[in-house]
């Protein structure tokens, strides 16, 4: 599967973005959808993940509240909203995909992965 992720850009703190993250197809043994980011100099982190039906989410602590994952099945289209912004979501946010079988925070358990678009928040 190729994922192709979009919607990336700079806003204020507390603005807000939709990235997208279109996938070609969904080959068996797929069925979560993540969103990672990562800052400069930092890791890689674990921001949110769905299932393939759109049935269960799971979302980092640090994002919670603020950010809504959503699966589009007719699309093959999974949106991050993001609202209130702050200056410490600044990160190339990549999506991926897979079938987590420790956890879906553990982003050596996503097979595919987007090439990552960049969200920058200004203070």
């Known amino acids: 599967v190729q994922l192709q992720a979009c919607g990336g850009g700079l806003v204020q703190a507390g603005g807000s973005l939709r990235l997208s993250c279109a996938a070609s197809?969904?080959?068996?043994?797929?069925?979560?959808m993540g969103w990672f980011r990562q800052a400069p100099g930092k890791e890689r982190e674990f921001v949110a993940a769905?299932?393939?039906?759109?049935?269960?989410?799971y979302y980092a602590d640090s994002v919670k509240g603020r950010f809504t994952i959503s699966v589009d099945n007719a699309k093959n289209t999974v949106y991050l909203q993001m609202n209130s912004l702050k200056p410490d979501d600044t990160a190339v946010y990549y999506c991926?995909?897979?079938?987590?079988?420790?956890?879906?925070?553990?982003?050596?358990?996503?097979?595919?992965w987007g090439q990552g678009t960049l969200v920058t928040v200004s203070s």
């Open positions: 991926a995909a897979g079938r987590p079988t420790t956890g879906w925070d553990r982003r050596y358990e996503y097979d595919y």
């Open positions: 769905i299932s393939w039906r759109g049935g269960t989410t």
């Open positions: 197809g969904r080959p068996s043994g797929v069925y979560v």
